[in-house]
């Protein structure tokens, strides 16, 4: 798969939450291998990928580029019951080359907040 005229990824099986591909660097185009861990940039919330959190493979299962044609990482994630469900996530657009390496853009920080009880 092409990403964005920049890189030639998915010609081989993801090792886990790790994609590769090679990438062009420089003006003349040279190619270079590159990756990138999803596990820094993609969770799972019951069940569900979310571009901005992280260690979605912490819970999923049959990680694997989907035949679609694009570059879509599907896997079964785990839900809150303990069940596992289909899931896909679209990369192709969270993704991009800067002089031949795979970065995440676009990544939205995340806040967990922890609320307690007044008077506590």
Known sequence: MVLN????????PLKGPILSGLCRKGDEG???ESSI????????HNGRFVWGFTDFSKTARNIRYAP???L??????????????????????????VDGVLTAK??????VLTIIPYGV
């Open 30 to 32: 040279e190619r270079v």
């Open 106 to 111: 676009k990544v939205p920080a995340v806040l």
């Open 68 to 70: 679609t044609g694009d």
């Open 72 to 97: 879509t990482v599907e896997a079964e994630l785990q839900t809150t019951t303990g069940t596992s469900v289909p899931a896909q996530f679209r990369v192709e657009d969270k993704i991009q080359v």
């Open 5 to 12: 005229g920049e890189a030639t990824v998915g010609g081989r």
């Open 37 to 44: 861990d999803l596990d820094r940039v993609l969770g799972n």
